[in-house]
């Protein structure tokens, strides 16, 4: 079947009505046994050493993989990307660009929307049969999500596995969604679990493993996905272009905020973690986030992948014990 890569959540409703196989690049990248050296790889092409982990790892995922198709979504998301499509094309790669518009008019993204449409020859109504078949999976998603923080049978990276991969649906809707009906199964059968402390996880998905396992052996538990929850669409929208309209994370931080904001108090969160990556510009934005949110925050940057380190944890014990302090 056709193959085609995207460097982050595009419409996929888009991809799955075209009959093609989806593929998103982050996933291909975090997940392989040897991430590291795709990034090595990168930079002995002539990435340099200061550029985004996830930006080479990208490049190194598709020369990995083979995919020799892709969709680069060059606004409302990272500012390399459009030198990432201009060396891959180089390589021979197709690479086809999509925008999310600034402003989130309505119009604009509609009319990017039937850009990627036409390119892939689909019509809107194979687009919205799709997106039914796309929701009811998503809908079983959000279950885990809600089982997360209202009955508390789910861990911090339980909830942010499954998010995350309905962002391509693990390039086969039909087997994910298997997957996640086995999950739900197994989860409503657990004891509810009893970590003291509850947190926000916001930002891009940590490329650090082992941060979930950790914060529960000392007594937290993350209860919020930000961007990993947007992925999963939990907006209950009919119509396809209001609901990429909703989706947070292409655009201001402001929109992200509201979003962020509701779901702290909804899921009574003690403390937030914001994440940042290495050499990323939404790293200014913690500035506006500490701001505009009125419970603690701890910042950690990551750059790249890798078992999180002794001062990480050192730091996350202290935030810990601030928290535990403010009860």
């Known amino acids: ?143 885990i999500d809600r089982l997360t923080f209202e009955k508390d049978l789910v861990t911090g990276e339980e909830n942010h596995y499954f998010q995350v991969c309905t962002s391509d649906m693990n390039g086969d809707p039909d087997a994910f969604e298997a997957e996640v009906d086995a999950f739900l199964a197994e989860a409503a059968a657990r004891p509810a679990r009893k970590e003291r402390i509850r947190l926000a996880f916001v930002g891009v998905p940590p490329i650090i493993s082992g941060l979930y396992r950790f914060l529960e052996e000392v007594g937290a538990r993350v209860v919020f996905n930000e961007t990993q929850r947007q992925f999963s669409m939990p907006f209950g929208i009919d119509d396809l272009v209001e609901q990429y309209r909703e989706y947070s994370y292409p655009y201001d931080i402001f929109h992200r905020i509201e979003d962020i904001s509701r779901e702290i108090e909804a899921r009574r969160v003690d403390g937030v973690i914001h994440y940042v990556q290495s050499f990323c510009f939404r790293q200014i934005e913690d500035m506006v986030l500490r701001k505009s949110i009125g419970i603690p925050i701890l910042t950690l940057e990551g750059d790249k992948p890798g078992a999180i380190d002794a001062r990480t944890k050192i730091r996350l014990e202290g935030f810990l014990e601030l928290l535990e302090d403010r009860d």
């Open 1 to 143: 079947m056709r193959r085609v890569g995207f460097t982050t959540t595009i419409p996929l409703e888009v991809l799955i009505a075209a009959g093609v196989v989806p593929i998103d690049l982050n996933n291909v990248f975090i997940t392989h046994p040897n991430s590291p050296a795709l990034i090595e790889d990168a930079e002995l092409t002539g990435f340099p050493r200061n550029v985004c982990a996830w930006i080479k790892g990208i490049y190194g995922a598709v020369v990995a993989s083979g995919v020799t198709e892709m969709i680069a979504v060059t606004e409302g998301d990272c500012s390399y990307t459009k030198a990432l499509m201009e060396v891959l094309s180089l390589n021979g790669v197709r690479v086809h660009p999509f925008a999310y518009p600034a402003g989130r008019q309505s119009e604009a993204l509609r009319a990017e929307i039937e850009k990627l449409m036409a390119h892939f020859g689909v019509e809107w109504d194979q687009v919205n049969e799709a997106k039914k078949r796309l929701d009811r999976i998503r809908t079983k998603v959000h279950e």
